[in-house]
T-cell receptor, first 112, second 110 residues
Framework: ETGVTQSPTHLIKTRGQQVTLRCSSQ?????VSWYQQALGQGPQFIFQ???????GRGNFPPRFSGLQFPNYSSELNVNALELDDSALYLC???????????FGAGTRRSVL | GIQVEQSPPDLILQEGANSTLRCNFS?????LQWFHQNPWGQLINLFY???GTKQNGRLSATTVATERYSLLYISSSQTTDSGVYFC????????????FGKGTKLTVNP
């Protein structure tokens, strides 16, 4: 158990819809990161939040956005879903940036 | 950005065999982690090892930061070791947090 929980576990959406994924970090962890993992690939970094401020972003378009809340929860929002957005979405928390990251079990999202 | 290469891409072993997985990276790092991804997608932390050597049961890892590589050793492999092993690094001051390699898919046959 990593202490990082994600919801929902599975999600099916149609192209053009909007979606919100949620993550609850370990208590005391100030940093949360989100990753996208396509089938057969390694996870790709989307963005990181540190104490509710964005602290780094990967090569993802602005329709991928996030929030981090003071209660160690966070959200990943994706607008105008595309077929290529079908993937496993992983959330990870760490005590601070640069420290060991612990991953949740992920949300498997399909876009039809 | 930083590049991470893992080898071999695929590895098939008989139960009881030993193996070495390699991770090469292209820049100095302040974070290096090894993960095992199970069939359900959960990434399980194996080691946090930006430098030095660590051991945990049948697993051990060594990172030589000056030469930009890390090795994961699995001894006396078991069928439950099957899955994909990822190396992930973070460059000090880099905008990308944890850049993953493509993984090594390990299959341990009984």
């Amino acid at each position: 158990e990593t202490g990082v929980t994600q919801s929902p576990t599975h999600l099916i959406k149609t192209r053009g819809q909007q979606v919100t994924l949620r993550c609850s970090s370990q208590s005391g962890h100030n940093t949360v990161s989100w990753y996208q993992q396509a089938l057969g690939q390694g996870p790709q970094f989307i963005f990181q939040y540190y104490r509710e401020e964005e602290n780094g972003r990967g090569n993802f378009p602005p329709r991928f956005s996030g929030l981090q809340f003071p209660n160690y929860s966070s959200e990943l929002n994706v607008n105008a879903l595309e077929l290529d957005d079908s993937a496993l979405y992983l959330c990870a928390s760490s005590l601070d940036y640069g420290y060991e990251q612990y991953f949740g079990a992920g949300t498997r999202r399909s876009v039809l | 950005g930083i590049q991470v290469e893992q080898s071999p891409p695929d590895l098939i072993l008989q139960e009881g065999a030993n193996s070495t997985l390699r991770c090469n990276f292209s820049d100095s790092v302040n974070n290096l982690q090894w993960f095992h991804q199970n069939p359900w997608g959960q990434l399980i932390n194996l080691f946090y090892i930006p430098s030095g050597t660590k051991q945990n049961g049948r697993l051990s890892a060594t990172t030589v930061a000056t030469e930009r590589y890390s090795l994961l050793y699995i001894s006396s492999s078991q069928t439950t070791d099957s899955g994909v092993y990822f190396c992930a690094v973070e460059r000090l001051g880099g905008s990308e947090k944890l850049v993953f390699g493509k993984g090594t898919k390990l299959t341990v046959n009984p």
